[in-house]
């Protein structure tokens, strides 16, 4: 597999790893995205605030603008009901950071590609693809590496902040800044699982005689 920590818990297509600040501390959110065949659009569910609802709405946006980028064709999208699921119990989440992670998820979906487990993701994102700074980092790096997390991807523009995080966390952690979606992608994606080579369809056996077409019915 991709990745597979030690407890058995797997890569899978379309779940995305976020990021989130709460008022306890910070925490990881798993992003979860599915479809069906249906052509209602984006549904998207969790306790999801305004501010969160319309991350997901410009994730999926910028998903269908390049999706020939990405090896999606055109008409995947109006073939499907996409659902996104935050599930976190009964805490409400609200924010711009989780927008590249639920890229992540939605690309995943549509590409086949499953998502590392070990990695985490926080920042901003917009209809250019460009992926802007976050609040509450620190706490978020510290809630990631509770939960067990190796690679964190977070904003350049955060770079700074990230100085914060006590020494004794970030040994723990690989550290990777981002400035656009292509940062992060090609990375954290595993490749599209292999397809079962179509069988080869079986020759017909020989006429009798071999084949061959009795002399006498030959034109003269």
């Known amino acids: 597999p991709f ?4 407890s058995g818990r797997r890569n899978f297509v379309g779940v995305a790893t976020g990021m989130a600040w709460t008022p306890v501390g910070g925490t990881i959110l798993f992003i979860e995205a599915s479809r069906s065949p249906g052509n209602r659009g984006l549904l998207l569910t969790g306790q999801l605030g305004d501010v ?15 999706a020939r980028d990405f090896g999606i064709s055109d008409e995947e999208f109006s073939k499907y009901d996409i659902h996104v699921h935050v599930p976190a119990g009964g805490m409400p989440k609200d ?32 209809l250019r693809g460009q992926v802007l700074p976050i609040g509450g980092l620190k706490q978020k790096v510290l809630g990631a590496h509770r939960a067990g997390i190796k690679i964190v991807y977070m904003p350049e523009r955060n770079r700074k902040d990230a100085l914060d995080v006590p020494p004794e966390v970030t040994k723990d952690l690989e550290i990777r800044y981002m400035t656009k979606v292509d940062d992060v992608l090609d990375i954290v994606l595993g490749p599209a699982p292999e397809r079962p080579a179509a069988p080869t369809p079986a020759m017909p056996p020989p006429a009798a005689g071999g084949g061959r077409v009795p002399a006498e019915s030959l034109p003269s």
């Open 3 to 6: 990745f597979e920590e030690k």
């Open 95 to 126: 924010g711009p950071s989780a927008g590249i992670a639920l890229f992540t998820a939605l690309a995943s979906l549509f590409t086949g590609r499953p998502v590392r487990r070990d990695t985490s993701m926080t920042g901003e994102l917009t």
């Open 52 to 66: 969160m609802r319309e991350s997901g709405l410009a994730a999926l946006s910028y998903l269908r603008a390049h």
